[in-house]
């Protein structure tokens, strides 16, 4: 997009993520004059879509499924003008099941009966406990959600304790902190007893960083599977970019301003108050009520000059491990020994609790893991439009993998510079998937390995190609996230704020902190 002349706003963002854009919007719509300023060609930091292998055929770059934005506070307030701008989403029934090395394979569906029909293959009492848990969850849905889109203030706590209290008596409100701190092993174990319906839905802890043994991991695995019974998933019609396009439309309607290719590289501020803002080209624009960075918590003391206990904090923040994608041209979905796999959005390659734990562990200690875990999205299945006719598309997540490399847990790659570690660490995933789904290799007609390394040069807050932008372990999330007293993404200069995957309520396309930010500023 050309420079925009006007260098005077009312707020300032760094970076158009998809919450600097919500952010930008919802102030746009109390009457505040913003732009947005973003280093990359083009916005949406990880909601991108593009023809990374061959013309005709669109791949979500990064993020593919919309659920989360879906479902956020910001599309129920919003949904309308989005979707006047062009938004438009695509419904999934089938979203998510899981391989296993044996043809076996488990899977959810909006339809129950169909859901619990799959897991009666492994075991009567989990489909039983499944139908229990799936009645419970409008009960329980509100608890979660309540906690997960509530400002993590003091005060805003104890109401949401107190309400719990009134509901679920003092009982059923430790009964549901247990929850919140358990591991997903630990709920797992607890709940069923196929290790296939338990991988399942452990593999979900590992889209974040809750690998089986993590404690506070235990509401993934249960938020994704009910939220995928009751609603299934949602994709972009299209792309994710869908949501990216319809924000942007929707905010220069509004008089904002998004600029693309340039760089911020310089908070201005003085007399403890930020003022504005540097770009690499030279110019300076002014802020008069805000900057907000979306950045990684640790280029923020990079761009203020600053070195408070604030910014030491910042800089000690800890990064999740690393993915890697692979983006295919196919002439046909993958050959799965079962074909009834070919109508779900995501295929889990994550066989057992165990692997997944060597996994992490592996990748934790800076090593390519012997057996990394697959997210096998199946875009085409539900949206033809991303591919020419007949044709598909495959978005490979490779989880995890480390944003520096140590060594090899398999001892067969010897080179520890993603430069040459790629191919064979990718060659290595595409193989797994080959045991999964015989003769997909032969199907390939285009590749596009992205490698951490590459995640992080398009994307610099994704460090170390860490998709969620810093660890959600409990050390790090709720009152902690990005650091305490600082959740809501004030910092010590007035009139600078954080904003993006690194404050709660943290990563996922949820826009959960640009809006609660705007909500804050604009007193609503
Ligand atoms: C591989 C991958 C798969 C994912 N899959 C999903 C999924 O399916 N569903 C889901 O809900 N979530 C998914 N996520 C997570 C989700 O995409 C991110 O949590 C989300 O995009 C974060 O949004 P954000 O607003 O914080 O900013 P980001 O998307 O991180 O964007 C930040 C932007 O700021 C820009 N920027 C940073 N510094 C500067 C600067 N100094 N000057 C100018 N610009 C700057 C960056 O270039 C970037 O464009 C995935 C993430 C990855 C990486």
């Not at 938004?87 to 169909?114: I, M, N, R, Y």
């Not at 919140?180 to 092993?185: E, H």
């Not at 043994?213 to 019974?229: K, S």
Request: one cysteine or more; charged letters at 15%.
């Amino acid at each position: 997009m050309p420079p925009n002349p006007a260098s005077s706003f009312d707020a300032v963002f760094i970076g158009a993520g998809h919450n600097s854009l919500a952010s930008a919007l919802h102030l746009a719509s109390k009457g505040w004059k913003v732009a947005v300023y973003e280093q990359a060609a083009v916005a949406g930091g990880a909601a991108k879509t593009g023809e990374y292998t061959l013309p005709g055929y669109r791949h979500d770059w990064a993020a593919m499924n919309l659920s989360l934005f879906g479902g956020s506070a910001f599309f129920k307030a919003n949904g309308p003008e989005l979707m006047q701008n062009g938004l438009e989403f695509v419904p999934v029934s089938k979203p998510f099941a899981s391989a296993f090395p044996d043809g076996g394979w488990c899977g959810v569906s909006t339809d129950l009966t169909e859901t619990v029909a799959n897991i009666a293959r492994f075991s009567a009492e989990d489909a039983e406990t499944w139908q229990r848990l799936a009645a419970d969850f409008p009960t329980e849905a509100p608890h979660l959600f309540g906690l997960l889109g509530s400002p993590m203030k003091m005060r805003a706590l104890a109401y949401f304790v107190f309400k719990t209290i009134r509901t679920k008596r003092l009982g059923g409100t430790l009964d549901f902190a247990r929850f919140l701190l358990q591991t997903p092993r630990d709920f797992l174990h607890g709940t069923f007893r196929a290790p296939q319906v338990q991988a399942m839905l452990g593999a979900w802890g590992m889209h974040l960083d809750f690998a089986p043994d993590i404690a506070g991991g235990a509401m993934f695995p249960y938020l994704e599977g009910m939220a995928g019974q009751a609603f299934g998933m949602v994709i972009g019609k299209g792309g994710a970019d869908t949501v990216i396009r319809a924000l942007t439309a929707a905010l220069t309607a509004r008089g904002g301003v998004v600029e693309t290719g340039v760089r911020v590289v310089r908070v201005l501020h003085g007399n403890g108050r930020a003022t504005g803002v540097e770009l690499a080209d030279g110019r300076v624009i002014t802020a008069g009520r805000a900057v907000i960075a979306s950045t990684a918590p640790s280029a923020l003391p990079r761009l203020t000059g600053t070195d408070t206990p604030f910014d030491q904090s910042l800089r000690a923040y800890t990064h999740a491990p690393g993915t890697m994608m692979i983006h295919l041209a196919l002439s046909d979905l993958p050959q799965w020994r079962d074909p009834a796999l070919r109508r779900y959005a995501y295929v889990h390659l994550a066989p057992s609790l165990d692997q997944m734990a060597r996994t992490y562990q592996q990748a934790v200690a800076g090593l390519l893991p012997e057996e990394p875990v697959l997210v096998v999205g199946q875009p085409t299945v539900v949206d033809p439009s991303r591919a020419p006719e007949g044709r598909h598309t495959l978005w490979l997540q490779v989880r995890m993998a480390p944003g520096t490399i140590r060594g090899d847990a398999a001892g067969a790659i010897a080179a520890t510079d993603w430069a040459e570690a790629a191919a064979p660490f990718a060659e290595r995933a595409l193989d797994i998937l080959e045991r999964y789904a015989p003769g997909t290799g032969a199907t390939i007609l285009g590749k596009r390995i992205v490698p951490p390394t590459e995640l992080e040069a398009d994307n610099p807050n994704l460090v170390g190609g860490d998709q969620v932008c810093g660890s959600h372990h409990l050390s790090q999330h709720f009152l902690f996230r990005p650091v305490r007293g600082h959740a809501d993404g004030s910092t010590p200069i007035r009139n600078l704020h954080l904003t993006g995957a690194a404050v709660w309520p943290g990563a996922g396309l949820g826009a959960g902190s640009g809006f609660l930010l705007a909500q804050k500023l604009t007193g609503k």
